[in-house]
């Protein structure tokens, strides 16, 4: 690990001012991904900016009858609270696949949405990769892509989004609020927040570098019934190959989005009209335009069965 400053601001203004000095600072919360990329020389901030004293830890009601959970709630405060519980319940699942119980306790709101892909080219630094080295090449076009995308990718990369709790954010419909280093704030649709690689693959959202994320909002409650269901290849501290976040309604309407499959959470909403014809007719309409490798071409049929698998516990 390369010899890094540190610093621990009172305010998000100061945080994110503190960042705009620096080009190449990074927020850190719990660290549970950034300090793993700085042991492999992955990241290699020359400073590091500590938010954790922001204060800003706090699950709460908002008018309109949703919730504002402040950026750096961890994720078993988050899966544990109660009102998420009854009212979000794809949230609470999906935070609980993740990771294990010693990183949910760590992790953080924003952290997660943040998190960086655990492409194997990504993390190999004697590997071709654009996200982590702009216009090396892509290693894993050529190579073992068997955890990676089969939607939205580019001839520049095909890595995956690993997040759980950013697939139930996008069924959701969360939104995103930030603030700059000149202390202006925005609210960012989690539908825009994440991006496709494009020729920018080393881009995952976007956020600009002095941008920190301040809370993460969710609209009134949808109701209907809500299913995380995450396929793996084992229980425990794995990432998804295919997870599916669905709610669905009594009249059969609904929605889904689909993690493990793409650069994002993958959501099509004009797809989900397709969900009273079920899995099959769903899945080919939210999947249309994939371009899988040899490798991951059978993503495609365990989405669809995912989908059926979820669909199916939510409708008994």
């Known amino acids: 690990m390369k010899s890094f400053t540190y610093e621990r601001p009172g305010t998000p203004a100061e945080a994110a001012a503190a960042m705009a000095q620096r080009p190449d600072a990074k927020f850190i919360a719990g660290g549970t991904n950034l300090l793993d990329l700085m042991k492999l020389q992955v990241e290699a901030p020359s400073h590091l900016v ?10 709460e009601e908002t008018p309109e ?39 949910r306790n760590q992790a953080t709101t924003a952290g997660n949405l943040l998190q960086r892909t655990r492409c194997p080219y990504f993390y190999d630094t004697a590997q071709a990769c654009n996200k982590r080295q702009p216009g090396s090449g ?3 076009l050529d190579g073992v892509s068997r955890q990676l995308a089969v939607i939205g990718g580019s001839d520049a990369c095909i890595a995956t989004n690993p997040s759980d709790m950013a697939v139930a954010m996008r069924v959701l419909d969360a939104t995103v609020e930030t603030v700059d280093a000149g202390g202006t704030g925005r609210t960012i649709p989690i539908a825009a927040f994440h991006r496709l690689p494009g020729d920018e693959p080393e881009r995952d959202t976007v956020l600009k570098h002095d941008e920190l994320i301040t809370a993460v909002t969710l609209p009134k409650p949808l109701g209907g019934v ?26 059969g309407t609904g929605r889904v989005a689909f993690g493990g499959l793409a650069h994002k959470p993958w959501r099509v909403e004009a797809a989900e009209g397709e969900l009273p014809r079920g899995p099959k007719a769903t899945a080919s309409a939210a999947l249309a335009g994939a371009a899988p490798t040899p490798d991951n071409a059978f993503k ?10 979820a669909l199916k516990q939510a409708r008994a």
């Open 226 to 251: 809500q299913v995380y269901r995450k396929v793996r290849d084992r229980a425990s501290y794995a990432f998804a190959l295919v997870s599916v976040a669905v709610v669905i309604q009594p009249d």
């Open 65 to 103: 009858g949703g919730l504002r959970i402040g950026a750096l709630v961890r994720n078993t405060d988050l899966a544990a609270d109660d009102r998420v519980r009854r009212d979000y319940g794809v949230l609470a699942r999906a935070l609980l696949a993740g990771a294990t119980g010693q990183l």
């Open 50 to 59: 500590d938010v954790n004293g922001l204060g800003l830890d706090a699950i």
């Open 300 to 309: 495609l049929t365990l989405a669809e069965r995912t989908l059926g698998a």
């Open 138 to 140: 892509c290693s894993a």
